[in-house]
């Protein structure tokens, strides 16, 4: 199994661009969550999905948009970039409900925003 | 205050070294995990427990649950063991997304 995917490694972005940060699981996880992270601070939500079809907003979702089609995949897009969007973004997944089962992680998109 | 406090915050210890860091919380919760942030920024699972202790291989997870205190204990340090530990929570009152991170612990291990 890959485990979970993420694309691109890293990015530089002008402010005003869009651009979607793409999340895969190969292991039939239910669900699925965005994360920042940035310097002094804990990981914060951004959005999160209980199956396909099925998402919601975390603790930081102005600025970003998701969407989940399948099972596998939950891309996540910066509709206008802003520099206050710098940070390192990491897509996460569980068999079950966010926080009561194991959390397997991505290895992490580093975006800059100019 | 936040709600996830993790101690020390920069923490150099000696090879073979017995190390602790602390976790501390100030709401109920269903679930506390361990996550270990290696340099090159990967984030993996340790431990997820909802009480008493798990052990996997040289790491040791206690959890007091009327203290609100988790301890993560790394028997015979090694420099390989130099990251980043961060204590997540999970509150009884919280949406499905839920989890409340602490900032992380620095933990380098000199040879």
Same mark, same amino acid.
Request: glycine fraction near 12%; aromatic fraction near 8%; charge should be positive.
């Given at each position: 199994?890959?485990?979970?995917?993420?694309?691109?490694?890293? =990015?530089?972005? $002008?402010?005003? !661009?869009?651009?979607? /940060? =793409?999340?895969?699981?190969?292991?039939?996880?239910?669900? %699925?969550?965005?994360?920042?992270?940035?310097?002094?601070?804990?990981?914060?939500?951004?959005?999160?999905? *209980?199956?396909?079809?099925?998402?919601? !907003? &975390?603790? *930081?979702?102005?600025?970003?948009?998701?969407?989940?089609?399948?099972?596998?995949?939950?891309?996540?897009?910066?509709?206008?970039?802003?520099?206050?969007?710098?940070?390192?973004?990491?897509?996460?997944?569980?068999?079950?409900?966010?926080?009561?089962?194991?959390?397997?992680?991505?290895?992490?998109?580093?975006?800059?925003?100019? | 205050?936040?709600? *996830?406090?993790?101690?020390?915050?920069?923490?150099?210890?000696?090879?073979?070294?017995?190390?602790?860091?602390?976790?501390?919380?100030?709401?109920?919760?269903?679930?506390?995990?361990?996550?270990?942030?290696?340099?090159?920024?990967?984030?993996?699972? /340790?431990? %997820?427990?909802?009480? &008493?202790?798990? $052990?996997? &291989?040289?790491?040791?997870?206690?959890?007091?649950? !009327?203290? $609100?205190?988790?301890?993560? @204990?790394?028997?015979?340090? @090694?420099?390989?063991?130099?990251?980043?530990?961060?204590?997540?929570?999970?509150?009884?009152?919280?949406?499905? &997304?839920?989890?409340?991170?602490?900032?992380?612990?620095?933990?380098?291990?000199?040879?």
């Amino acid at each position: 199994n890959a485990g979970v995917t993420q694309t691109p490694k890293f =990015q530089v972005l $002008k402010t005003g !661009q869009s651009m979607t /940060l =793409q999340c895969a699981q190969d292991m039939n996880h239910e669900y %699925m969550s965005w994360y920042r992270q940035d310097p002094g601070m804990g990981l914060r939500l951004i959005h999160y999905s *209980v199956g396909a079809g099925i998402t919601d !907003q &975390g603790e *930081v979702p102005n600025g970003y948009n998701v969407s989940r089609s399948t099972t596998e995949d939950f891309p996540l897009r910066l509709l206008s970039a802003a520099p206050s969007q710098t940070s390192v973004y990491f897509c996460a997944s569980s068999y079950g409900g966010l926080g009561s089962y194991e959390q397997y992680f991505g290895p992490g998109t580093r975006l800059t925003v100019t | 205050k936040n709600e *996830v406090e993790q101690s020390p915050q920069n923490l150099t210890a000696q090879e073979g070294e017995f190390i602790t860091i602390n976790c501390s919380y100030s709401v109920g919760i269903s679930a506390l995990h361990w996550l270990q942030q290696h340099p090159g920024g990967g984030i993996v699972s /340790l431990f %997820m427990l909802s009480s &008493g202790k798990k $052990k996997h &291989g040289r790491l040791i997870a206690t959890i007091n649950i !009327q203290e $609100k205190h988790s301890s993560l @204990h790394i028997t015979a340090s @090694h420099p390989r063991d130099s990251a980043v530990y961060i204590c997540a929570v999970r509150n009884y009152g919280g949406s499905q &997304g839920n989890l409340i991170f602490g900032k992380g612990t620095k933990l380098s291990v000199k040879p």
